[in-house]
Every structure is written in C-alpha cells, then in structure tokens.
C-alpha cells in the first residue's frame, strides 16, 4: 500500500514540477507571451507614466495601496492555512518521527504534510515581501513629481513596484499549488489528477492573450 502512494505522491509532485519547468523555459524564450514578465513590465511602464505626469501622486498611492492590501490579505490567508494545516498535522507528525520509538517512519502522507507546510510558508514569506516592497514603492510614487527626491529614488522605485508584483504573483501561485498536495492527503490516487487539472488551469493564467501585449 505505501508502494502505490509513493507512486502517486511522486506522481503528483513531477506534474507540478514538470509544469514549472516548462513555464520557465517558456518565459526565457518567449517572455512577451508569458503573463509574469509581460505584466512585470507593465508595472515598470505604469511607474513611469506616472513619474512623468504631476498631479499623479495621490492615485499613485492610492493604486499602491490598493495592491498592497491585497498582498496583506494573500499574507493573512498564507498564515492562518498555515497555523490551521500545523495544527491539523502535529498529532500525525509526531507520530511519524517517534513511531514505537524507533526514530523517523518516513510515509508518502508525511512528505507530502511537508511539502504543504513548504508551500504555505513560502507563500506567506511572498507575500509579506510583497506588502514591503509596495510600501516603499508608496513613499516613492508619493513624493511630488518633478522633485530631486523623486528623481533620485525613480529607479529604485520602478524596481520596488516589479519586484512586489513578482513576489504577489509567487505568493498566490504557491497557495495554488497546494491543492494537489491537499487532494492527495485526503485520497492518494485523487494527488496526480488534480496536479493536471491545476497545471492546465495555470495554462490559462500564465499565457496572455493572442496579440494583448502588441505594441
């Protein structure tokens, strides 16, 4: 029986990495097409626009306010899934590192309560980068349009608004990715459908629309 879920635990793991595989090679090749960089870029030209108009300040603040409160809410999602899934597998957990008292017994259901727990941190450490990079990015796009202090800071604050929506995106990515890892705690064999069926939905999501980012 362990041998069958670790067919499946495996499983489901390689069509999530094989899928993040591809969308990297893609996004080095076609980075035009691919929905990270294509909007990457489109924060960097918003910034800009923005520095080259005064009067544009307080919707700069206000358009980054707006995006940090849905970084916090990505952060407080990421944190209590967190708290809850610790909670949830502590008893099993511990049992699993002190089984008869023998040491580590190593199953399929402990990796992949891992490898939850990895995402959820991952997505919570994300996301709260992003709500300080947006926070800079705030003070930048707040100083008056045409000032040296906004001058001075313009680069890093370009940098601020694509590095925060980097990090947004991976933050809700990762929140995603447990799906697969959930479905195969509560049925094994349910663990590899659902990984396709999330890797085509993310196939949707990763790629723009025909002709969208044309100039």
Known sequence: MDA???IFAAATVAVLVAYEVSLAIAQRRRPNE?????HATLREDWFAAISAHPGTEVLAVQTLRNSLMSATMTASTA???LMGTVSLAAPSLHASF???GMGLRFTPRLAMELILLALLFASLVSSVMAVRYFNHAGFVGGMPVGSE??????SAGSAYVRRAGILYAWGLRQLILVVPIV???LYPAAGPVAAIAVAWVLR????????????
């Open 98 to 100: 002190s089984a008869g």
């Open 4 to 6: 069958l879920a670790w």
């Open 149 to 154: 202090a906004r001058r001075r800071w313009f």
């Open 34 to 38: 691919m929905a990270r960089s294509a």
């Open 183 to 185: 479905a195969f705690i």
């Open 204 to 215: 949707g999501f990763d790629r723009l629309p025909r002709g969208s980012a044309d100039p």
């Open 79 to 81: 944190v209590l899934a």
